[in-house]
T-cell receptor
Framework: AQTVTQSQPEMSVQEAETVTLSCTYD???????LFWYKQPPSRQMILVIR??????QNATENRFSVNFQKAAKSFSLKISDSQLGDTAMYFC??????????FGTGTSLTVIP | DTEVTQTPKHLVMGMTNKKSLKCEQH?????MYWYKQKAKKPPELMFV???????INESVPSRFSPECPNSSLLNLHLHALQPEDSALYLC?????????????FGPGTRLTVT
């Protein structure tokens, strides 16, 4: 079975600073996908960034980037130049071909003005 | 259009009521999902529909009954719920359950069972 672990239940960061959220996973699959989703308070869950396991290059989306270490089964999210709107729950998710998502327990991030 | 819509936004129902939640997407996605989410917790998968057929039922109690009338619509029929069923119910869609693409989530229905 696939498991996804987020070891940081809560984090905070000063506005304009950089923060890294950690995620590890366990799988015996070689082909899979990893995602970071953001869920602001009382708002919709949206996709932040997506990584395909067969791609060695780390995905980036504007201020968001990942550090994907396949051998270590690690998939951390770096948020640069943090903004107040980044305050949210962040969920790491794993998906293998032909099946559903496995979510981590989430990290609650607060950006402090 | 990358939108998944859900109605109603809020629902309060008694334990003897029957109600339905509705989800709609017009992205041409052929996989649709129902999740249950408690506060500060990750979504828990309930059902997966692939090409309008139920492909996964995560041992959900029969008081929850899903229905997929067509490729754009997903319903969740509720009957004789318990107070512990109070939660945010999320609908999501993806290109296909056989793929590995991202899921697009709706805003959810906040359900309170009294």
């Amino acid at each position: 079975a696939q498991t996804v672990t987020q070891s940081q239940p809560e984090m905070s960061v000063q506005e304009a600073e950089t923060v890294t959220l950690s995620c590890t996973y366990d799988t015996s699959e070689s082909n899979y996908y990893l995602f970071w989703y953001k869920q602001p308070p009382s708002r919709q869950m949206i996709l932040v960034i997506r990584q395909e396991a067969y791609k060695q290059q780390n995905a980036t989306e504007n201020r968001f980037s990942v550090n994907f270490q396949k051998a270590a089964k690690s998939f951390s999210l770096k948020i640069s130049d943090s903004q107040l709107g980044d305050t949210a729950m962040y969920f790491c998710a794993f998906s293998r071909t032909g099946n559903q998502f496995y979510f981590g327990t989430g990290t609650s991030l607060t950006v402090i003005p | 259009d990358t939108e998944v819509t859900q109605t109603p936004k809020h629902l309060v129902m008694g334990m003897t009521n029957k109600k339905s939640l509705k989800c709609e997407q017009h992205m041409g996605h052929r996989a649709m999902y129902w999740y249950k989410q408690k506060a500060k917790k990750p979504p828990e998968l309930m059902f997966v529909y692939s090409y309008e057929k139920l492909s996964i039922n995560e041992s959900v109690p029969s008081r929850f009954s899903p229905e997929c009338p067509n490729s754009s619509l997903l319903n969740l029929h509720l009957h004789a719920l318990q107070p512990e069923d109070s939660a945010l119910y999320l609908c999501a869609s993806s290109q296909a359950a056989t793929g590995s693409g991202e899921q697009y989530f709706g805003p959810g229905t906040r359900l309170t069972v009294t």
